[in-house]
């Protein structure tokens, strides 16, 4: 089985302009955790995701505290996110993202996601997004496969 076989070809992805704002909007809506940075050619460039919108919008000395409910400073955390808002994706976005090929097997994807603790691996075709493979797009390979085919397909 190949990430191809598995990985979802419809993708939300956003262009490194897109604000902080809108990239948090698409992600509530569509209910992702993350989203594919594209540039106008369509290339991938990375990743922004829920993390990235949190740590930036998290003010440097509650960072550091760890604790924000117990430190009871929400209002900085309010006015860091305020101030992220307008800016654009492309300054907080993680250009180091874990990506992976079409022909890569389903286990090696499902190995990177655990050992780099990522829940989303883009697939991308000489720096093209092709689609993206989550864990949800595994467990739905491995039930369709190993608990409900008589097949003994690996």
Same mark, same amino acid.
């Given at each position: 089985?190949? *990430?191809?076989?598995?990985?979802?070809?419809?993708?939300?992805?956003? $262009?490194?302009? %897109?604000?902080?704002? @809108?990239? *948090?909007?698409?992600?509530?809506?569509? $209910?992702?955790?993350?989203?594919?940075?594209?540039?106008?050619?369509?290339?991938?460039?990375?990743?922004?995701? &829920?993390?990235?919108?949190?740590?930036?919008?998290?003010?440097? #000395?509650? @960072? @550091?505290?760890?604790?924000? #409910?117990?430190?009871?400073?929400?209002?900085?955390?309010?006015?860091?996110? &305020?101030?992220?808002?307008?800016?654009?994706?492309?300054?907080?976005?993680? %250009?180091? *993202?874990?990506?992976?090929?079409?022909?890569?097997?389903?286990? @090696?994807?499902?190995?990177?996601?655990?050992?780099?603790?990522?829940?989303? =691996?883009?697939?991308?075709?000489?720096? &093209?997004?092709?689609?993206?493979?989550?864990?949800?797009?595994? =467990?739905?390979?491995?039930?369709?496969? *190993?608990?409900?085919? %008589?097949? %003994?397909?690996?």
């Amino acid at each position: 089985m190949r *990430a191809s076989e598995a990985m979802a070809r419809k993708v939300c992805s956003v $262009g490194p302009e %897109t604000t902080v704002a @809108e990239a *948090a909007r698409i992600m509530c809506v569509s $209910g992702h955790g993350s989203l594919p940075v594209l540039d106008a050619d369509g290339r991938f460039l990375g990743v922004v995701s &829920k993390y990235d919108l949190v740590r930036h919008c998290l003010p440097g #000395y509650l @960072e @550091e505290v760890g604790d924000l #409910y117990r430190s009871g400073e929400f209002q900085p955390f309010l006015e860091k996110a &305020k101030e992220l808002a307008g800016a654009p994706v492309a300054g907080i976005m993680d %250009t180091r *993202a874990v990506v992976g090929s079409e022909d890569m097997p389903l286990a @090696e994807v499902a190995s990177l996601m655990v050992t780099r603790h990522v829940h989303q =691996i883009p697939v991308l075709r000489q720096g &093209k997004l092709l689609g993206v493979i989550g864990l949800q797009d595994v =467990i739905s390979k491995l039930a369709e496969i *190993a608990f409900c085919s %008589t097949s %003994t397909e690996p």
